[in-house]
């Protein structure tokens, strides 16, 4: 069974950064494109940033500027950098291997003051 892990939520104030992690057990990590996704209270969980096998980024125009997905096939991990954080950043972050099934169990991320 494959595991997705988060880590890396919490509460920041708006302007400031967090760093989330995704750590997958044991799969042949580097054939897929990973992803992170939120979803914010009572909204459809969304794209946020991708990075496909060849190390290719994409992002949500929303968090474009602002947030640096990373990929270490080594050590079969996937880091989201988020920078200057807004209110509307609020949300339950998901890791994804993208085309499987396999999700994180998520990790909250909120920005308040």
């Known amino acids: 069974q494959v595991q997705l892990v988060e880590s890396g939520g919490g509460l920041v104030q708006p302007g400031g950064s967090l760093t989330l992690s995704c750590v997958a057990s044991?799969?042949?990590?580097?054939?897929?494109?990973m992803a992170w996704y939120r979803q914010a209270t009572g909204k459809q969980r969304e794209l946020v940033a991708r990075?496909?096998?060849?190390?290719?980024?994409n992002y949500a125009t929303s968090v474009e500027g602002r947030f640096t997905i990373s990929r270490d096939n080594g050590r079969r991990l996937v880091d989201l950098q988020m920078n200057n954080l807004k209110p509307e950043d609020t949300a339950v972050y998901y890791c994804?291997?993208?085309?499987?099934?396999?999700w994180g169990q998520g990790t909250q991320v909120t920005v308040s003051s």
């Open positions: 044991p799969f042949r990590f580097s054939m897929y494109d």
């Open positions: 994804h291997a993208e085309s499987s099934d396999y």
């Open positions: 990075i496909t096998t060849s190390w290719i980024p």
